[in-house]
């Protein structure tokens, strides 16, 4: 093993010197298990030998599962919101057209007629369709529903328009998988004038954090694997962020937004993005990686509300999105990091994030200055 892992954290007196602290309190995962955005994907894929998919046809593949759609049911923060979100808004639902973009089971277009809605079209291209084709019909709502197989970029709708769009294409890191462009591309040709989008918008954080005992588990693991020199795939480990459950103990920062999304008035342009960020240490600690997660809103209805998916808050199935880094940064409480993210589709795969980091520090115990690449897939 090429280096020594402290089997406690220290906490910094920047007066002194490292004073002991207890160890730090492992990070839970979802059932005990840790979900990288890899992991989740094979949690979720239905098998298939078709040598002829591509990444795109392995992505609505996926959720065809009923498995995937039951971790997304089963998180209340999610459905519980859209399912108020749309129920105590019958003023804007009774009569109206609507499209539910991406429907999976249909629970948002259910949701929709409940509250008055004159007619729903809900669109997916997975095959969880034909289950929501019979969940419709089993709930007497066929004469409401209208369920479509296919791409919203190659469909057409029985209709010109409609008067709400209801969407939950929110993914890891708020943009992984891509599908915030197909609501666009539904806004722009199926939205009346006035029309609303639910959710309308969001706002994604960045913040870091101490995290030595899961950063050894996941990162310098592999510099020693049974005896063996395993330090080749460290590097590619570092180069992909972790999804996970993050202990809000262990945020040693502020927060900064790093991206502002309304989708009344975005375009596709805009989700690729490079964004600046100042962020303030809160105690004196070892920085061991940054933690984005987002808060997603309905500000277009008469009560506005949302939720929120950073550590402090409840939890939900994106849990949060971590960006590890080779060396920690030691921080005095009230020093302030600073840099730039940014993030823009992978040019092989459009579902898959290439995020780069720019991390600038020169605080009294160190300083940083560097770049790093990641890539979310």
């Known amino acids: 093993m090429s280096g020594t892992k402290r089997t406690a954290d220290n906490t910094i007196d920047c007066n002194g010197t490292e004073k002991d602290a207890p160890p730090p309190t492992k990070k839970m995962s979802d059932g005990g298990n840790t979900t990288t955005p890899d992991a989740a994907t094979e949690e979720k894929s239905s098998s298939t030998n078709n040598d002829s998919l591509t990444s795109k046809d392995y992505y609505f593949d996926s959720y065809s599962h009923?498995?995937?759609?039951?971790?997304m049911l089963k998180d209340q923060v999610r459905t519980r919101t859209y399912q108020m979100a749309?129920?105590?808004?019958?003023?804007?639902?009774?009569?109206?057209?609507?499209?539910?973009?991406?429907?999976?089971?249909?629970?948002?277009?259910?949701?929709?007629?409940?509250a008055g809605a004159a007619h729903v079209y809900g669109v997916d291209?997975?095959?969880?369709?034909?289950?929501?084709?019979?969940?419709?019909?089993?709930?007497?709502?066929e004469d409401k529903i209208t369920l479509i197989k296919g791409k919203i970029e190659e469909i057409d709708l029985p209709v010109k328009e409609v008067d709400i769009i209801v969407s939950e294409w929110m993914g890891y890191f708020l943009l992984y998988e891509s599908m915030l462009n197909t609501v666009l591309h539904a806004r722009d040709k199926w939205l009346k004038p006035g029309g609303v989008i639910f959710p309308d918008k969001a706002v994604m954080y960045i913040s870091a954090?101490?995290?030595?005992?899961?950063?050894?588990?996941r990162i310098d693991f592999w510099e020693n694997v049974y005896g063996f020199n395993m330090s080749a795939l460290k590097e590619a480990a570092l180069k992909e962020p972790v999804v996970d459950i993050v202990d809000p103990k262990s945020i040693v920062t502020s927060a900064d937004h790093i991206l502002n999304i309304d989708l009344n008035t975005c375009t596709e342009k805009d989700l690729s993005f490079s964004s600046?960020?100042?962020i303030q240490a809160e105690r004196s600690d070892y920085v061991h990686a940054f933690v984005a997660y987002f808060e997603c809103a309905f500000t277009n209805i008469h009560k506005p509300l949302g939720f929120s998916t950073s550590p402090q808050s409840k939890y939900t199935h994106w849990?949060?999105?971590?960006?590890?880094?080779?060396?920690p940064?030691?921080?005095c409480e009230g020093e302030e990091i600073t840099g730039r993210i940014a993030c823009k589709p992978n040019v092989g795969n459009v579902r898959d994030l290439?995020?780069?980091?720019?991390?600038?520090?020169?605080?009294?115990?160190?300083?940083?200055?560097?770049?790093?690449?990641?890539r979310l897939r």
């Open 329 to 331: 940064i030691t921080v």
């Open 86 to 114: 749309i129920l105590n808004n019958r003023h804007i639902f009774e009569g109206k057209i609507v499209l539910d973009v991406g429907c999976g089971t249909g629970i948002l277009s259910m949701f929709a007629v409940q």
């Open 66 to 71: 009923h498995g995937i759609h039951e971790e």
């Open 319 to 327: 849990k949060q999105t971590i960006f590890y880094l080779s060396e």
């Open 354 to 374: 290439d995020i780069g980091l720019d991390v600038s520090f020169d605080g009294s115990r160190s300083k940083v200055d560097k770049h790093i690449e990641y």
């Open 125 to 141: 291209c997975s095959g969880i369709i034909e289950s929501a084709k019979r969940i419709v019909k089993d709930n007497g709502m």
């Open 276 to 278: 600046p960020f100042r």
């Open 209 to 217: 954090l101490e995290d030595e005992q899961m950063k050894y588990e």
